[in-house]
């Protein structure tokens, strides 16, 4: 594992290095910095690991799953969330990211047994036009903004 660790943080390393960068571009993040970051951190999981191992430290065998596999799996969960995503793909071109990730982030709580009815779609709304925002503005991706296109 340690191996496997050190290759893919070096190979993750040794790729985002070969990315070309746009320095027309006034953001201090570039699109090598997410990869970079990825690939120390890979490396630095994999020193630590083998130092564990090295210091005689073993993983714990897996007990087992806590789950009753008599239950019968939740359906209508599934097919909600499916419907909430394919909803999504089908409505952000038409009504951008801000009004589907809404209803993608609602849709997704419902789904997963939240009911309350004035919390829910004010976090929804709050996070997605934050991650808006935070896409548009700071990492400068372009989202579709449908209607509100003139607001945000």
């Given amino acids: ?3 496997f660790l050190a290759a893919l943080g070096a190979l993750v390393i040794v790729d985002a290095m070969s990315i070309a960068e746009d320095f027309t571009q006034s953001s201090p993040v570039g699109p090598k910095t997410v990869p970079l970051l990825v690939g120390g951190l ?3 999981i994999a ?3 083998a130092v564990d191992v090295a210091r005689g ?7 087992g799953e806590d789950i009753d596999l008599s239950t019968p799996p939740e359906w209508r969960t599934v097919l909600l969330l499916a419907a ?3 909803a ?3 409505l952000i071109d038409r009504l951008g990211f801000p009004i589907s990730g809404a209803i993608l982030f609602w849709g997704a709580a419902y789904a997963l047994g939240s009911r309350h009815w004035v919390r829910d779609p004010l976090i929804a ?3 997605s036009v934050l991650t808006y925002l935070l896409f548009v503005r700071m990492l400068a991706v372009p989202l579709p903004a449908g ?3 003139g607001v945000i």
Wanted: aromatic residues 4%; glycine residues 8%; proline residues 4%.
């Fill in 42 to 44: 890979l490396l630095v």
């Fill in 88 to 90: 999504n793909i089908v």
């Fill in 57 to 63: 430290g073993k993983g714990e065998s897996e007990q």
């Fill in 47 to 49: 020193l630590v690991l």
């Fill in 125 to 127: 709304v709050t996070l």
């Fill in 1 to 3: 594992m340690v191996a």
């Fill in 84 to 86: 909430v995503f394919c």
């Fill in 147 to 149: 209607p509100l296109a």
